[in-house]
Each structure stands twice: as C-alpha cells, then as structure tokens.
C-alpha cells in the first residue's frame, strides 16, 4: 500500500508532494519554459535512468528520460556533472552538444557512425545453449552417419557460430554496449534480467563502457559513471556555506527527517557491500570516497556553533555504511580492473584492506572536541568487516552505543542470504560475541538489534520458518518489520520481476527461483519475523502444517505458536526490544 506520511515534509503530511515527482515538475517546466534547457539529477532520476521495473503499477517503465522530456539527466551525486553543465551552458553552448560528461544520460536519434556498437547478448549469451556434438558419433560408416544425421534431425538444434568480441575490447573509448531495447524488456523478463546484469557489470567508473538502449526509434544513452571525487574535492562540496536548516516558508513545522540527521555528520560516500536489495551502488558507486578527518571535526564545531538545539550529542559520524571510511582496495590497478559487484561477498576479498584504526582516531578526535557529551553511531555497521579489527569494536561498543545497535544480517539461511549478497549468520555470531565482550569489559548493559527482511527473492516458507525459531532461540520479538521492496535497478528487483538470477549468467532455461508476489505470502512471511503475536498465530499454524512440521505447534520452550488462541490479547512489545527477562548484553 501506498504511504499516507511524509517524513520529508512538514508535520509528516503524505499529500504535498506528487507521485513521480521528477516527471511531473519536469513536465510543468516544460510547459511553462518550453525553451529552457531541462537537466534532471535526484535519486528517483538516477535509479529510473533505463527501462525499470516499476512497483507501483507492476510493470516495465520507459526511461525517466523520455517520461520527463528533459535534455540530460545527471545521476549519482553529480557534482563536477553540475559545473561542467552550467560552464558549458553559461558559455553559449547548446545543451543538445553536452554529449561526452561522464554521469550523463540523454536521448538521441542513433547512434554516432564512428562508434562500435558491441550486443550485450553476445557477451553474455540469453537463449538455450546450443547442444553439443556427441563425440562418439561414428560417421565413417553410411549407416552411422545415417544415423547421426537422424538424430540431429530429431534433436533440431540450430548450430550457430561462436562470435568473439575482440576488437570492441581493444577498443573501450569508441565502443558502446548495446543492452535489450525496452520494447524487448518489457515482454521478455529474461531479457530483463540480463540488461540488469550487464548494467550492473558496468559500474567501475574505470573499465565501464558506455551502454545504449532503444525506445522505439530513439536511443537512450548513458555515458560511464563520474570518476570519484578526491579528498579534498569532497571536503569542498561538504564546507559550501550551507544554512543546516528547512527552507525558511516551513516556518516552526516539524520536518522528521531533518529531525533526524540534523545533528549528524556524513564522513564517506559509496558502499562497496554490493547487497542485491541496495540501490547505494547504482546512484553513489562502488569506491568509497572519503572526507577529511580535518573537515569532518570542523562540521561538529560548526554544529556545536550554529545550532540552538544541540544539547552535545552527535547523533551520528556515517554515512551509506558506519565503517568503510578509508577502506579501499590496496591496488589501484587493481581496482582499475575489478568488474565484481563485492568487495565483501562470498567473502571478503584479500585485495580489500580492511583496517579501521583510522576511524578509532577520529572518534576519539571528535569526542575531545568542547562542547561535545556524546558522538553515536547510528549508520549501517557492516560487522562482517568490524570484526577485522577488534580494537574498532571495542572504541565503537565501549564509547559510541546509545545502549542499542542495530545491525542487519537480514537473514539466517544460505539461499535468501547469497540471493542478498549477504555473509552467513556466523559472522554475526562473531561480532555478537565481541560486543557483549566488550560491552561487559566497559561495565554496560546494551542490546543489539537485528534487522531482517521478510519475503526477498530467493526466499522459501521453510525459510521464514528457520529464521523465526532462530529469532525464539535467541529471544528476540520484533515489533516493526521490513518487507522487500522492489526498488529501481536494484538486483533484487531483476530477480523479484524475473524469477531469474542476475548474479549468474541469464538464460531463458536457467534456474528459477521462488519470488513472493502474492499478498498472502508476503504477508505470511512477515508473520514468520512476528511469530510472537496472537494475531499471526492462526496464519502460522497453518503454514506449519503444510510444511510438515506440525510438531511445532505447542506450548513448550521449543515450540514456535501455541496450539490455541489467547482469551485476551497480549500486550505489544516494544519496538525492537529483547523479549523480557533482562537477556544478557547482545540478546
């Protein structure tokens, strides 16, 4: 269902701003200034930049390009993009020439004749494999060749030529990766899948080609992603002279989002975790691209100097994830190479230097800064990486906990967590070991709080089933749960839409894999991560049964749902918090 709030708004209200906002602004300017160059950038433009699933009305949409009627569209955070643009357009040049920034995408009549154009299905095949032939036909015989011509006649399979793709390697600055056109994408799923694939294949700022898609009789282009910002580029953009307040109209309004980050720092950029569900990655990159350490402590002076409602508590040093500031691969020619989606999956790469002392001195550096009680830590923790350095997780356990952290293993099993990109629950068992170490060693009792997502693809009933008594066993009762979601281009979203998995090669006979779509699934997931309330008992029971494991059904310890309904309805557990009895530290 649709959202009835707003958090970006005033008060909350879910009515202010429309749906699709980038094409209906786009659309209204247009109308108003029909001769204006029209640059869109944004989120929700850099992540509908191709042919996109579109949950809303479960469907394959145009680009966003096409749907807006704009001139260029800037994704990613687009920074040099924007000044380069302005320049060029300040300087008299027409806005139909910006065809060479990296970040841009645009729409064009074809495609320029001095470039290649190389087909995505010849580098990654989507069709049947052809059958190989048998080696132990005899053919020096009539009657055995007779019979082998049968066979092939029977068999019917059209043996076509292998095509190599050489010269359009050898030649990445004029070359152009054609992906499936969007009258194509949005009939054939399969098709879908693959041009997810290879998009995501091509988002090393350093080895991506561009990639071209026809709509119809234009082509949408979308030129390789910006090189990332140096240091000290971006302690440039983040010390512009901004107010840190909501537009001067909302007047005393309450804004929960501004709420929320008003007080915090973003110290890093871009997410190398490359989790199938995440969009980070498509609109920010994969090379993370750091702050200061210097500029970083001059933001908390500047909060500290300019906000009347800091008490001396930042509410977070962050920013896509808590710890990978600085962490980079340790080639750069290596890195220049590197087509994975993952640093950190199916384990963590030995190119990847994983040391987080720098963070233990800059938490200290702003801790020591007047003014300042407290600094928390409030972004995503990748625990997985934390655990490389345990002297990390004891700063962090020990100074930086507001008596709760939430992580997010997401799952407990293998299938849902490798469709995810998502380490096994072991090495949260791991970190949750040395935080309750720690937590002990610094004489606090704090909690950490596991987030999971119910009904991802990839994700089986006996799954949901596992990952609940894991939640029993280890006495955890969430309030509030998360559904997947099917966000633009994500992967996640190429596998919910296609049932295929885009992580391997696509072909119209690979494997498929279960994809909740239906409500009553979905919503049966979603009561497997609630197993504890009354309401989901009926549902569950059920369930448990057609799984054949009826035995659970009781009222023992090791049981999941009783047997009966209550007489009276128990009373809700707070959000998040460890079922009663005081657990022990990380319980």
């Not at 145009?62 to 040099?80: C, T």
């Not at 709509?215 to 010390?239: C, K, Q, S």
């Not at 087509?339 to 990847?352: D, Q, T």
Request: glycine fraction near 6%; hydrophobic fraction near 35%.
């Amino acid at each position: 269902k649709r959202r009835n709030d707003d958090a970006y708004t005033p008060e909350n209200k879910g009515d202010k701003r429309p749906d699709r906002a980038v094409i209906v602004y786009s659309q209204r300017l247009r109308e108003a200034y029909r001769d204006v160059p029209l640059v869109i950038g944004s989120i929700e433009a850099s992540l509908r930049r191709i042919a996109h699933y579109d949950y809303w009305s479960d469907k394959i949409r145009r680009s966003i390009l096409l749907d807006s009627r704009a001139d260029l569209l800037l994704y990613g955070n687009a920074e040099r993009a924007i000044v380069d643009v302005a320049h060029r357009l300040a300087a008299g040049e027409s806005i139909h020439n910006i065809r060479d920034l990296r970040g841009t995408a645009f729409v064009r009549k074809r495609v320029p004749d001095d470039w290649q154009v190389v087909d995505s299905t010849s580098i990654d095949l989507v069709g049947p494999v052809t059958k190989p032939v048998n080696p132990y036909v005899d053919t020096s015989s009539d009657k055995c060749a007779t019979t082998a011509a049968s066979a092939e006649s029977a068999d019917a399979v059209e043996v076509t030529p292998v095509t190599l793709v050489g010269s359009a390697v050898d030649n990445r600055e004029k070359s152009v990766i054609r992906i499936p056109a969007y009258e194509q994408v949005k009939d054939d799923s399969a098709l879908y899948a693959h041009a997810s694939r290879i998009l995501h294949k091509e988002t090393n700022p350093y080895n991506a080609r561009p990639l071209v898609q026809a709509h119809g009789d234009r082509e949408v282009w979308l030129n390789a992603p910006p090189i990332p910002l140096e240091t000290d580029e971006l302690d440039a953009v983040f010390e512009l002279p901004y107010t840190r307040l909501p537009h001067s109209s909302y007047g005393e309004a309450r804004i929960a989002a501004y709420e929320m980050i008003r007080h915090s720092v973003n110290i890093m950029r871009g997410c190398f975790g490359g989790c199938t569900f995440c969009s980070i990655t498509e609109h920010e990159g994969r090379i993370i691209q750091n702050r200061s350490e210097d500029s970083i402590i001059r933001e908390v002076e500047r909060i500290r100097d300019t906000s009347t409602a800091f008490t001396g508590v930042i509410s977070d040093l962050g920013g896509p994830t808590a710890n990978m500031w600085r962490l980079a691969c340790k080639s750069k020619d290596v890195e220049a190479k590197c087509r994975k989606l993952s640093c950190v999956f199916p384990g963590i790469c030995k190119n990847l230097n994983t040391d987080q002392t720098p963070l233990i001195s800059l938490y200290r550096r702003a801790r020591e800064v007047a003014g300042v009680k407290k600094v928390l830590i409030a972004s995503g923790l990748r625990y997985d990486l934390a655990v490389e350095t345990p002297a990390y997780v004891e700063e962090l356990v020990t100074h930086h906990v507001g008596g709760y952290l939430k992580i997010a293993p997401e799952h407990t099993e293998n299938g849902p967590l490798d469709k995810m990109m998502k380490p096994g629950i072991g090495s949260y068992d791991r970190f949750r070991a040395m935080f309750e170490k720690y937590s002990k060693a610094a004489g606090k009792e704090q909690y950490l709080i596991p987030y999971f997502i119910a009904a991802h693809p990839g994700t089986s009933d006996r799954d949901m089933m596992n990952l609940a008594l894991w939640l029993k066993r280890n006495k955890f009762r969430a309030d509030q749960v998360q559904t997947f979601y099917p966000s633009p281009m994500a992967t996640a979203t190429a596998m919910y839409h296609s049932g295929k998995n885009p992580l391997k090669r696509v072909t119209r006979g690979s494997d498929t894999m279960p994809t909740i779509r239906k409500m009553s699934q979905r919503q049966l997931h979603k009561a497997f991560l609630r197993y504890h309330d009354p309401d989901n008992w009926p549902t569950l029971r059920q369930a448990l049964k057609k799984l054949g494991r009826a035995d659970l059904i009781g009222n023992g310890k090791l049981h999941l749902v009783p047997p009966r309904q209550p007489a009276k309805r128990h009373q809700a557990v707070s959000a998040g918090r460890p079922s009663a009895g005081r657990p022990s530290a990380g319980r």
